[in-house]
């Protein structure tokens, strides 16, 4: 990994134009919520098919939808019209969708069409934001994931073939133009109150299911430093792919007890029948393979994160007590 | 106050747990398996080692015995094997396996060890290894596309033969249900003359004699003939390897 030229965004005088897409994601919305740091901003163009939950009076909204044709020169257009010198594409699924079609129009195909905007717009910066899942899951990932292993998703998690599919793209488009300052964060769980996903569904529940004979380990990231790991790649140079996550990983079982809840054992055959009836049958929106996650630990070196930018995710532990209401503790030992 | 978490490392190995349990598992070695141990070579390895065993039995019976015999080898460390997939996927053996240090067998896991000053443990029989019937005990399997080798060239740390006889008799393998294993996630259900006829206490092993010998190491470099070496190189040190724990079973079960 190339060092951090640690300059400052070569703005205009009036400040400089994020776009973003996807601006109600997680990322999105936490990005737009913290638009005071970042500094010399003067606009955000939100491109998305629903208008973004911000009063800021910073933020424009303007309705493009990614599955249409043509919508590349359209966001060219609109990029161009806004001065807009940073990306942050984040129009991606978090959990797998039942209708794969149109998730692989939004996160492959759109990806596509975004890249040509931004190559068409001469923007200079552009983030696209990735997760662990792209990593896949089971027994034959490695024990612990650095950028540099393979992406094995399409063959173990598949409703996350897609956002591989896009991260391939966007690493085309990183060789092709070094020019263009171009960063893919892969975060790690996200964990905390308002974070709907399938692992915070499941750790919400009471009791919580779980396989017998299996303890998989977590990494969970807070959703303040999701937040703070994006504002930091927006407006500094941090080119290539980067692995955001917690330097701890914590058991299911310890996740339980520092919630103070309980496991309720299953079989996994039995189970794993189970979801894939409730699956193709429609009465469940969890795909089977998710259940891989409960069986097989999905851990991350996320050192090259910390040694370039010098952010220090606090540990799995503290997001879970968090995300539990519990004060957060200090380990005094 | 510390939050009630384990302090284990990213692979899942608990310190604590492996503290707690190595010495009942050291006094069945030694009480119940009455195990035989010699060390021919060196007494003491500091830096990380390569040890490179035989198989011998479906349980991995065999890494958790050498595990505990074989950790005062490399003081201040935990010894950790290297195995199969299918060990993970057994509820509870493989989450107890996991915590107590072993890994599974890939490159990756093994660079990363090593890289972390871990002494790692290799099976390079594999599954076939695992696999072996009663019938087929003496035998040592083929030692797979030499990814011991590739390890111990990209590492040039020095490899340690061992073996090890006996715990292919404390479950001998009699038969293997591919169909009945695959609906429990197994790779087969084993059928040894007390499982499953006698239900979960067939799974008590058989209590014959363990013996282990840990040999001279060896500079598979030097075999192979360089570091990035060609693959009759590969296979040539993969044979030397091969034949030293040959012996070294051989004198174990005599």
Known sequence: MKGSRKAPVPAPDEGWVLAVTGGRTLVGSSVLGALDRLAGLRKVLVLDVQPPDSADPRVVFRHLDLTGSGVDAEMAALLVEHGATVMLHAAFLWNPVRDWEWAHEVESVGTDYVLAAVQAAGVKRLVMTSTVMVYGAGLRIPAILTEDSPLSAPQTLPGFRDRVSAEQAVARFAEARPDVCTTVLRSALVLGPRVDSVVAGLLRLRPVPAFMGFDPMFQ???????????????????????????????????????????????????????????????????????LNLLRHSLIMDGNRFRSATGLEPRSTAATVSAFYGRMPQEDET | V???????????????????????????????????????????????????????GFLPLDAVVIKTLLDPLVPGHALRPLLEDHVFTVPYVGLWLNRLGCVRASQDNAMRL????????????????????????????????????????????????????????????????EAVGRFFGLPFLPVTPTFPLLGPLGLVPLPVRFSIVVGDPVNLVEAAGSREPDESGVLRANELIRSRVIDLARRAAE
């Open chain 2, 2 to 56: 510390r939050l009630p978490v384990r302090r284990t490392d990213l692979f899942g190995f608990d310190p604590d747990f492996h503290r707690a349990v190595t010495p009942s598992l050291r006094r069945a070695a030694e009480e119940f398996f009455q195990v035989r141990f010699r060390v021919d070579g060196q007494p003491e390895y500091h830096g990380p080692v390569i040890f490179v065993a035989n198989h011998a």
């Open chain 2, 114 to 177: 090593i890289d972390g000053g871990e002494s790692v443990v290799a099976f390079p029989e594999g599954r076939k290894g695992a696999e072996k019937s009663v019938f087929e005990r003496d035998r040592i399997m083929r030692f797979g596309r030499g990814g011991l080798v590739r390890l111990a060239l990209r590492t040039g740390l020095e490899v340690v033969p061992v073996g090890i006889s006996g715990p292919e008799l404390a479950y001998p393998l009699l038969a293997k249900l």
């Open chain 1, 220 to 290: 969970f990231l807070h959703p303040d430093d999701l937040r703070d790991a994006y504002l930091e790649v927006l407006v500094r140079d941090h080119p290539g792919v980067f692995n955001v996550a917690p330097p701890d990983a914590v058991s299911l079982s310890d996740v339980l007890r520092i919630g103070g809840r309980t496991s309720f054992p299953l079989p996994h055959p039995l189970v794993w029948a189970a979801v894939r009836t409730a699956w193709t049958s429609g009465l469940l929106d969890v795909h089977p393979t998710m």
